[in-house]
T-cell receptor, first 113, second 113 residues
Framework: NAGVTQTPKFQVLKTGQSMTLQCAQD?????MSWYRQDPGMGLRLIHY???????DQGEVPNGYNVSRSTTEDFPLRLLSAAPSQTSVYFC????????????FGPGTRLTVT | GNSVTQMEGPVTLSEEAFLTINCTYT??????LFWYVQYPGEGLQLLLK?????DKGSNKGFEATYRKETTSFHLEKGSVQVSDSAVYFC????????????FGKGTTLSVSS
């Protein structure tokens, strides 16, 4: 199993550009989440999904969209990038039963200039 | 609301010293509690967890006990190694289906030989 994969690893955008951060998992986990990590702030939840077709907002959802058309994929879209979205983004997946452990991807480092 | 408070870092120790990283929480109901570790340039990995009061989680020489009366989940290790240098995050689990985590801000540990 590859676990949770994220692409790209690094990205630089100009203010106002749009892009999609990709996240995929091959563990058949029902739950997936997106977090951003900023210095001194820890990780904050952006959006999460409890299954295909179902998404909900987390703590800091503004400026981001998500969709979940398949169990495997959970892309995060930035519609109009802003410098405040410069951060490291982590995707995570969790099984619906058992330990509920969250498995994290390696992260995407995004810089908006 | 739900929140996690960790001691401010960085924590700097010599090899074989005793480690304590304090974590307290505020939550409705009875959350599950976690410690995650992030090594430089990597994503987060689950270090240990506890799902109910008085449970003790342990892994790789680290321990933490779920104390409901003091709403705490302090991380301890009797003898740290240089390889333990990392950022440590305390977290609690919320969410309708137990998927979303709320993280503390993280504590950086640096161990020198």
């Amino acid at each position: 199993n590859a676990g949770v994969t994220q692409t790209p690893k690094f990205q630089v955008l100009k203010t106002g550009q749009s892009m999609t951060l990709q996240c995929a998992q091959d563990m058949n986990h029902e739950y997936m989440s997106w977090y951003r990590q900023d210095p001194g702030m820890g990780l904050r939840l952006i959006h999460y999904s409890v299954g295909a077709g179902i998404t909900d907002q987390g703590e800091v959802p503004n400026g981001y969209n998500v969709s979940r058309s398949t169990t495997e994929d959970f892309p995060l879209r930035l519609l109009s990038a802003a410098p405040s979205q410069t951060s490291v983004y982590f995707c995570a997946s969790t099984p619906a039963s058992g330990s509920y452990e969250q498995y994290f991807g390696p992260g995407t480092r995004l810089t908006v200039t | 609301g739900n929140s996690v408070t960790q001691m401010e870092g960085p924590v700097t120790l010599s090899e074989e010293a005793f480690l304590t990283i304090n974590c307290t929480y505020t939550a409705t109901g009875y959350p599950s509690l976690f410690w995650y570790v992030q090594y430089p340039g990597e994503g987060l990995q689950l270090l240990l967890k506890a799902t109910k009061a008085d449970d003790k989680g342990s892994n790789k020489g680290f321990e933490a006990t779920y104390r409901k009366e003091t709403t705490s989940f302090h991380l301890e290790k009797g003898s740290v190694q240089v390889s333990d240098s990392a950022v440590y995050f305390c977290a609690l689990r919320i969410g309708q289906a137990g998927t979303a985590l709320i993280f503390g801000k993280g504590t950086t540990l640096s161990v020198s030989s």
